[in-house]
């Protein structure tokens, strides 16, 4: 994940398939070490969000995947992504109280002109604040690889992570009592955040 990027600077989180990219949040950056990257997504932060899923909540072939320009929802996030491993831990919080924690299983980082690229693997957990775990999109992952987005190898190797970072528990991070700058601006979506040079990009 080099070049090691400083405390407060802007970076643009991309999930990039075949070079389209699918979403892009700009983030600011918290800490970048040699073993991991953590991230702040502020409320209303504007970015690139797709629309990947039909009416009954299935996942749609990529092709028809409309991609929205909008605001982030809700409260704002920590992104903990351990370098070169295929996760992101993501912290949630409620009206001030600590909520839990999702992972996000994703390629590994790779390094871009705007920031990290990566790919959602579609298969995610909750985490509880109170250690209760829940499997979600398991059946996204199976019709991701029925599209194409990826293949068996990668599904298998997906589930495996998600067992392997369960059997670490790197529950609690030490991010959960973290509270960012509040004199902080937003960051800005950038105008080439779409542009994905031939053979660069996660995906």
Not at 90 to 116: K, T
Request: negative net charge; aromatic residues 10%; contains cysteine.
């Amino acid at each position: 994940m080099e070049p090691r990027r400083r405390p407060g600077e802007h970076v643009l989180i991309r999930h990039v398939l075949r070079e389209r990219v699918l979403h892009a949040v700009p983030s600011r950056v918290v800490e970048h070490t040699e073993s991991a990257l953590v991230t702040w997504i502020a409320p209303g932060t504007s970015m690139a969000y797709p629309r990947g899923l039909d009416e009954r909540g299935a996942l749609l072939s990529p092709d028809r995947w409309e991609i929205e320009l909008r605001s982030w929802f809700g409260n704002g996030c920590v992104d903990l992504t351990p370098t070169g491993r295929p996760h992101m831990i993501r912290h949630f919080w409620r009206d001030g109280a600590f909520q839990g924690w999702y992972l996000n299983l994703q390629r590994p980082l790779v390094a871009s002109a705007l920031g990290f690229d990566t790919m959602d693997l579609q298969l995610d957990l909750w985490i509880a604040a109170d250690g209760q775990v829940t499997w979600k999109d398991e059946d996204h992952l199976e019709q991701a690889v029925g599209f194409g987005m990826l293949d068996e190898a990668e599904a298998a190797s997906a589930r495996a992570e998600a067992e392997r970072v369960l059997g670490e528990w790197p529950f609690p991070t030490g991010w959960e009592d973290w509270r960012p700058d509040p004199s902080w601006p937003l960051p800005e979506l950038p105008a080439a955040w779409s542009t994905v040079p031939a053979g660069t990009g996660a995906g």
